[in-house]
C-alpha cells in the first residue's frame, strides 16, 4: 500500500491512466470485431470501409502508447490481405 503522499498521488494517476487505457483497447478491439464481422460474412466492400475505420484507431492506440506500432501494423496487414482474398 502507498504510504508517501508522492506514491499516493502515482496510484491515483496509474488508476485514471488505466481507465483510459482500458477504454480506448476496448474501442479498438470493436472496431476491429466489425471489420471481422464483415469478413466473415463475406461482404468485400463493407469489409474495407470498416478496415478504412479501424486504422486510424489502431494508430491512434499507438500514438497513445495503448498498442506497439508492430503490432498495429500486422494486424492491419493481416486484416487487409484476409479482405484482398475476399475477392
Not at 4 to 20: C, E, G, I, L, T
Not at 31 to 40: C, D, G, M, P, Y
Given at each position: 500500500m ?24 476496448s ?61
Open positions: 502507498a504510504n508517501s503522499p508522492q506514491a499516493k498521488k502515482r496510484a491515483r494517476q496509474n488508476d485514471k491512466r488505466f481507465a483510459v487505457n482500458k477504454a480506448r483497447r474501442r479498438i478491439r470493436t472496431f476491429l470485431r466489425k471489420v471481422e464481422e464483415a469478413i466473415a460474412s463475406g461482404d468485400k466492400s463493407a469489409a474495407e470501409a470498416a478496415l478504412k475505420a479501424a486504422q486510424p484507431e489502431l494508430m491512434r492506440g499507438v500514438t497513445k502508447g495503448v498498442y506497439h506500432k508492430n503490432t498495429a501494423s500486422r494486424k492491419v496487414s493481416r486484416l487487409s490481405s484476409r479482405i484482398k482474398a475476399l475477392g
